[in-house]
Structures are given as structure tokens and as C-alpha cells.
């Protein structure tokens, strides 16, 4: 079964953040076993998403890492304003 990590990503990323619009998560690269995905917020929310000494930008990291490695595949997360 196939995860849509983008909204995945999404769906944890959007209540932290106080301009969900600015939100954008894209795919940026996609290899057989590897996937590169960039979150972008508001200058003002990437506090926020990061998080005291990074500990909510590793959660969202951890989730996803769990979920990509029960298919095999290793995931990199980019979070940027």
C-alpha cells in the first residue's frame, strides 16, 4: 500500500501553522528507494514547524521515516521559508 506523503506531511505540518496558504510540500525527487520531499512555510510559522531545539520537525521526521521504511524506502524531509 502506497503512502501519499505529501499529505501526510500536510496533515501534520497545517494545524501548527498560523498561514496554512503559505504551506506547500512538494516532491522533489523520487529514486527507486530514496524520496527527497521540501516543506515550505511562512518566514513567521518556521519556528513553529521546527520546533524547540528541532523536536517537532524530528516527530513529523520519525512518522515518516516509519512509514517509509515498512515500504522499503528512505525518506528525506527539507523544511524551509
Request: hydrophobic fraction near 40%.
Amino acid at each position: 500500500m502506497a503512502v501519499n506523503y505529501e499529505k501526510l506531511i500536510t496533515d501534520l505540518v497545517k494545524p501548527l501553522v498560523v498561514y496554512p496558504d503559505d504551506l506547500m510540500v512538494k516532491k522533489f525527487s523520487e529514486e527507486e528507494k530514496m524520496l527527497t520531499i521540501q516543506v515550505i512555510v511562512n518566514q513567521e510559522d518556521l519556528g513553529r514547524v521546527i520546533g524547540k531545539n528541532g523536536r517537532i520537525a524530528n516527530a513529523i521526521r520519525t512518522i515518516c521515516y516509519a512509514s517509509a521504511s515498512r515500504e522499503g524506502k528512505k525518506i528525506t524531509i527539507n523544511i524551509d521559508s
